[in-house]
C-alpha cells in the first residue's frame, strides 16, 4: 500500500516490502477539538535503522537529505544519521534538519546545538523547540541566537506565520488563512515540504517560506498528515506570481 | 488643565495658554465593543501651526523630535515640520516620524517616501500604513523595502507583535499579553513613546521594542489615550532584567 501510494505521486522509493522481521512504525495520534493532538508511538521496524541503511550515491543524487531529530533517540539511528550527513557533505548534498519536539530538544540540546552550528545547512524549528535549543524565554532572543548558527533557520510559530533566516536575510511571513483548523498533525513536516520544494528550485526565501505555510494550511485544515488535494494545484497560483 | 497635567508628569512645556483665537484641537472618538474606533477630529488651533511656531533651540535641546504625519494635510504645519527635521537635523537630534494612518499614506506617499528615505532617522508605521507606503499586499514585501530607506523602522502589527529593522539587525517582538482589549486609541503613540523611552537611554533595540509592547498593552487595557497606571513601574522588571 505505501509503496503504491508513494510511487503513484512520483516519490522514488526503492525499499522492498519486508517479508519478516518487526512490523511497520504506528502513530496512534489522538486529537483534541482544539487541533491539537497526543501521539502514542510504535517505532517498529524504524527503530532498527542502522548505518547500513544509508545508500551514499543515493543521498549524492539528492538536492537535500530531510532528517528527523526523533531519530537521534536511538543510537544505531544516530549512527546512520551521522552517516547521512557525512555522506551529504561530502557530495554536495544540502543537509536539513528538523528538531522535532521540545521534549527531544530537551533530551539532546549540546548535541543540537553542534549539529545546528557544524552539519545543518536548513533548520526547521517551531517555537517550543528554538526556544528550547537555546534555553530562552522569548522569540526574538532565539532568533538572534540561530542567526549565522546555520545557514537557513525556518522557524514556525503556528498562527504567527514563520521566520526565515539566512545570513543578511530575515523574512517575516503570516500564515496561509484556514477556514477552521482541525488537525495540526504534519503541519511541520508539510512546512518543510513546501518549503524544500522552492529551495530545489532555486526560489527565493520569501516564496519557499509562502509554500511552506500553502501546504502547511493545507494539512491543518483537515484529520490526517496527507494532503488531500493537489499541492500543485493549489501552489500554482504563488508561482505563477 | 492640560498644562498642570503635563507638568505634573514631568513634561517640559513651555506653551502659555491662548486667551483667544481658535479652540483646542478635540476628536470625538467612537469606540465598538471590538476595540476598533471611528476619529472625528477637529483640528482646531493645532491647524494653525507654522514654521513661526518651531524654536530650533529647543529641538537642538532634544534626543528626538517625534513627528506626526497627520500634520502633513496642511501647508503651514508641513512647512513647520520641514522646519523641525532641518533643525534636527542640524543639530544632530534624531527625527522619529509616524506615518498616522494608511489614509494618511495615501494621500502622501511620494513625499512620505522621500521623508523615509531622506529625512527620517526613525519610522513608526502600522500594518497598514507601511502596505500602503510601498504598495503591496505582504508584509514581508513591505519589511525588505523598508530595510535601509531608515536608520530604524518600526512597524506595529496588532496582535502579531512589532518588528524593529535597523540595518543589519531585525526583531521580531511579541506583543505584552492583555486581559481583554478595549480601546486601541493611543497603541501607537504609546508604543512609540515606550520605544523611544529606550532608545534615548541607549537600551539595545529589543528592549526597546519591549518597552513599546508593554506601554501600548497598558493603553489599550482601557478607554482612553492616557495610561492609568505608572508605565515606569509597569517597565521596572523589565528594565532590571
Known amino acids: 500500500v505505501f509503496t503504491h501510494d508513494l510511487r503513484s505521486i512520483g516519490v ?3 525499499v522492498p516490502p519486508a517479508v519478516d522481521g518487526p512490523a511497520t512504525a504506528r502513530c496512534l495520534i489522538v486529537v483534541t477539538s482544539d487541533a491539537e493532538r497526543t501521539l502514542n508511538t510504535y517505532l517498529g521496524a524504524a527503530s532498527g535503522l542502522t548505518p547500513d541503511h544509508i545508500d551514499p550515491a543515493l ?13 537521534w533517540d ?9 552517516k547521512a550527513m557525512q555522506s551529504a557533505a561530502d557530495a554536495g548534498t544540502k543537509v536539513a534538519f528538523t528538531l522535532s519536539d521540545g521534549f527531544c ?6 548535541e543540537f546545538l553542534e549539529l545546528a552550528e557544524q552539519r545543518v545547512d536548513i533548520l526547521f524549528a517551531n517555537e517550543d523547540e528554538i526556544l528550547s ?7 526574538d532572543d532565539a532568533l538572534q541566537r540561530v542567526r549565522g548558527h546555520c545557514e537557513i533557520a525556518c ?26 483548523v482541525v488537525d495540526t498533525t504534519g503541519a511541520g513536516d508539510l512546512y518543510a515540504a513546501g518549503f524544500l520544494y522552492g529551495y530545489t528550485r532555486d526560489l527565493d526565501l520569501a516564496t519557499c517560506a509562502h509554500l511552506g505555510s500553502l501546504a502547511a494550511a493545507e494539512v491543518i485544515s483537515h484529520l490526517g498528515a496527507r494532503p488531500e488535494v ?5 501552489a500554482a497560483p504563488l508561482l505563477a506570481g
Not at 543521498?59 to 531519530?71: K, S
Not at 535549543?133 to 522569540?139: A, H, K
Request: net charge negative; no cysteine.
Open 12 to 14: 522514488e522509493y526503492e
Open 74 to 82: 536511538l543510537d544505531a539511528a544516530k549512527a546512520a544519521m551521522v
Open 59 to 71: 543521498i549524492a543524487r539528492a538536492q537535500v537529505v530531510y532528517l528527523e531529530g526523533y531519530l
Open 105 to 110: 530538544v530537551d533530551r539532546h540540546r549540546a
Open 230 to 234: 493537489s499541492l500543485a494545484e493549489l
Open 155 to 180: 522557524l514556525t510559530r503556528s498562527e504567527k506565520g514563520s521566520v526565515v533566516v539566512a545570513g543578511d536575510e530575515v523574512h517575516v511571513i503570516d500564515v496561509h488563512p484556514v477556514d477552521q
Open 133 to 139: 535549543l537555546y534555553q530562552v524565554d522569548e522569540f
